[in-house]
């Protein structure tokens, strides 16, 4: 089966391995935004990158944690690596990820950089990005949150220690990606405590955050 071109606005055919993949993820629905969050489940994600420029590295795994309610399942936590010049191993990782990720919001930290990243990779491939995706980003929602010293110039590990949680490992996706899952159902109890009770509540307060610091 020839994907539909109209879709996903490319003249070519998905690379075979992910037309399948994408197909069920197309089908799949959007939580509604007035969810409870307990009855939310999340998707974060991160990407093992070669270093940190977005014109010259590459991206070379993938690594996604999912909560549903108010857990992370260790069975849920999924490490996705490739050789980037092993298209057949990229696209069996992408479709994977696409597997994994479903249509749940998506959570991460920095998505400016992560995203990026992601989408460039995604696109390349000849797969659909998620540019059109709303993340929750860490980066602007634990200030919106905790106020404080602590700003969108901290780290992931500046977070980490400051809410006291264990430190698995760094610069690594799947330890990354853990940290974040961590951090965000911390933050899931703390938008509770703040009266927040729904996904579009915590996407407003993220929005309010990033206008404020213009």
Do not use: C
């Amino acid at each position: 089966m020839i994907f539909s071109t109209r879709l996903f606005r490319s003249t070519a055919p998905l690379p075979q391995g992910l037309q399948e993949a994408m197909l069920t993820w197309q089908a799949l629905p959007r939580p509604d935004p007035r969810t409870l969050l307990g009855k939310v489940s999340f998707a974060l994600v991160d990407v093992d990158v070669t270093g940190t420029s977005l014109r010259h590295d590459q991206v070379t795994g993938f690594a996604v944690a999912i909560i549903e309610g108010d857990s992370l399942d260790m069975g849920q936590l999924h490490h996705l690596p490739f050789d980037p010049a092993d298209r057949e191993a990229a696209i069996a990782a992408t479709a994977q990820l696409f597997q994994r990720i479903g249509k749940l919001p998506l959570v991460t930290y920095n998505s400016a950089f992560v995203a990026t990243m992601l989408n460039a990779f995604l696109e390349k491939l000849g797969a659909p990005s998620l540019a059109q995706e709303s993340w929750l980003d860490l980066l602007w929602l634990l200030p919106s949150l905790y106020g404080g010293e602590l700003t969108e110039q901290a780290g992931l590990l500046d977070w980490v220690r400051a809410l006291e949680l264990p430190v698995i490992g760094q610069h690594h996706a799947l330890a990354d990606v853990y940290a974040m899952a961590q951090l965000f159902l911390v933050a899931l109890d703390r938008a509770e405590a703040q009266g927040m009770q729904t996904l579009e509540d915590l996407q407003r307060s993220q929005s309010s955050r990033r206008w404020l610091r213009g």
